[in-house]
């Protein structure tokens, strides 16, 4: 008598849980990361020796608007220093300027409103003007890789002979190549959607394997084992975490298989159930078909589109993006965010709280520019010994004697330190200018240098020939299927 099987339903719980999991990281991750270092504004770097004007110029007639640049920091400067207010306590105007200029990395930094669109004309004109530069991304998702991803996605399934295994195993990676920019991310994608294939024509005959005969295939075809290695390689090339997401995308591929063949087994089994004769499966008898798998014609079809599209997209996604700055380990020091207040807004006590918080080694911020406000209104009326920092409110009488000599009393000038006047200086502060940035963060906030990592690497030529490297691996099922023997 046959006993009924026993079935783990713990396993089932556990692939439900990985695939939403895996699918919730794999989207999440990209899309809430915060891929510019300020809000709403991301960074342009060229190198120093750049024509400047011409850059803005160039932004400018293609809409690119409220860029901030070294040149901005003139309107910031200009009133102060026409009242000669040049020295102590005003803003120190070359501490200023390394906001814009990095003379160590010989640097130059650009400031652009995330809202104004990058146009393909601007790009030809930083590629032709620039010997080399790098842009912020504010959205981690890529049309482009998007599909290609889904064009080979959609041939291979085409020609795969078990279409739901492969949906469901090849699918997530679709979603890795649109969510993962560069050339190795794609490269890798491809890769792997193109091993799922030969793994599922593998092991997805209608005819049963004995366990042997199994090993067996495996055997007599070690790129089976090998190429997922070359795909998690080639992925991890890319960066750390584009090889973090692309096991959450094998995670999602096989928790989501095994579901759907648990699902098919179920159904199956209940079809089963109401016949008479049981359905009948025969076990793979010829050896020759036990080594040899995959219709020639689909195998060279599938292989042909996977070498195509991996050389094709890596070609044109390199001479499209490779003039990247050039920095050891990817590292670039430019001014970033360091400390925030705890308040929100912009208040007297947020104020106080900003002075608090500052160490004396920060790049001037916003606080600066209402420092030198009130410094330049109260000067005048503040005795020489006396510090208008330490002032929060000025007033004065002022007297007038009438034609009787009566001598009247009236009341003079009130400056005070409040939120009023914070109100006033920022929004009169000039603009574009960093002062903008600063108050696109909705909070006062400090700024100094720091290293920050940006994947320079993901379209030069290391890539490229990486990419290239990794088209040679369905080249091989190709030339191994035409001279077989």
Sequence with gaps: MNQPKKYIF??????GFLLIFSFFLLIFVPMSSRSTLWKDYRILFVPMDVNEPAILQAAEENGITGVISSQ????????FEEQG????????????????LNDQENIRYMYIPSDKKITKSFFRFLKQNTGSFFIENDTPFSLFQFCIALVFFAVSFFYTCRKKNYLSAAFPFVLYAAFQRGILAL???????YTVAF???????????TREQLLFRIKKNPLLVFFPFVALIIAKFNSNISLVLFIFALSAGASFTYIIERFSFFVEEKIDTQKIHKTIRAYVMNPESVAKFWHTRHLLIISSCALFFIVFSSLFLHFSFNKTMKAY?????????????????????????LKKIRTGDELPDLGNLISD???AKVMPFVRLDHSPQEIERVSFSDFSVD???????QDGLVFNFDDEFIKSVISFRPSPSIEDLLYSQGRFITASYAPKKFPLNRYNSAALLVALVSAIMPLMIILLRVFEK
């Design 10 to 15: 713990g396993l089932d719980i556990v692939a």
């Design 72 to 79: 901005t920091a003139e309107s910031r400067f200009s009133d």
């Design 85 to 100: 207010y040049t020295g102590y306590p005003f803003t120190d105007k070359e501490r200023y300027s390394q906001w814009f």
């Design 187 to 193: 490269s890798s994608s491809i890769l792997i959607m």
């Design 199 to 209: 793994w599922i024509e593998a092991i997805g005959s209608s005819l049963k394997f």
């Design 329 to 353: 380990q990817n590292t670039l020091y430019l001014p970033v965010p360091e400390t925030e207040v705890g308040i929100s807004g912009f208040s007297k006590e947020a104020f106080n709280e």
């Design 373 to 375: 406000t009130w410094n």
């Design 403 to 409: 034609e009787k000599g009566v001598v009247t009393e």
